[in-house]
């Protein structure tokens, strides 16, 4: 089971995956996406490659905690290309990923049972074929403090194995760190806890 603070979703763009089904060809991608602006510019690369290509049904689900998703049957029967493909996501456990499968019409009709069925089947090949990984939900906090707090503000960012993010040094010292969820309050109230040390969550 995975822990409460992680999710799974895919490293980078799958493999291409072709399916044949009665003269029909349905080619599937997987894409790792944060928003949904990404898939925008996925559809536009697929459909500049497969310029005679009928049909262009894909689902996606964003966010871990909210979860966000749609499905589009591009021209297709209603619930017979975007549903199949979402149900392998969902049967995947996975977010953050856009899945398309790209349909050439081989002039023979498959009929409402045959298409959720290629559908589901290259969606499920096409996400076999990617790399799938965990990854955790972080939060950001901003650190302010004076030089002379410096060695022990990174003293515990070197103990807890916090992942800085960016660091602004002025008259104050003020640096971004990405933490685990899981143990957010704690790292939250040590540093509370040292004088003149402040923190704040910005996620």
Excluded: W
Aim: hydrophobic share 35%.
């Amino acid at each position: 089971m995975e822990p409460s603070d992680s999710y799974k979703t895919i490293a980078k763009p799958s493999e291409e995956t072709l399916l044949k089904e009665k003269s029909s060809k349905f080619f599937g991608y997987a894409f790792p996406i944060e928003k949904e602006e990404d898939i925008t510019e996925c559809l536009e690369t697929l459909k500049h490659k497969h310029k005679t290509a009928r049909h262009f049904c894909y689902a996606y689900q964003l966010g871990t905690e909210t979860i966000r998703y749609r499905v589009n049957d591009d021209g297709e029967p209603s619930n017979s290309a975007g549903m199949p493909i979402y149900g392998q996501i969902q049967s995947f456990d996975i977010t953050n990923v856009l899945v398309v499968v790209v349909r050439y019409f081989g002039g023979t009709k498959l009929g409402v049972g045959g298409l959720i069925s290629a559908y589901k089947t290259s969606a499920k090949e096409t996400l076999e074929a990617s790399e799938i990984i965990s990854k955790t939900i972080d939060v950001t906090f901003q650190i302010t403090f004076d030089y002379k707090n410096m060695n022990r503000v990174m003293r515990v960012i070197k103990e807890k194995q916090l992942h800085i993010l960016e660091q602004k040094m002025a008259l104050n010292c003020t640096i971004f760190i990405s933490v685990r969820k899981n143990i957010a309050e704690e790292v939250q109230s040590i540093f509370e806890s040292i004088y003149k040390v402040s923190i704040q969550s910005i996620s």
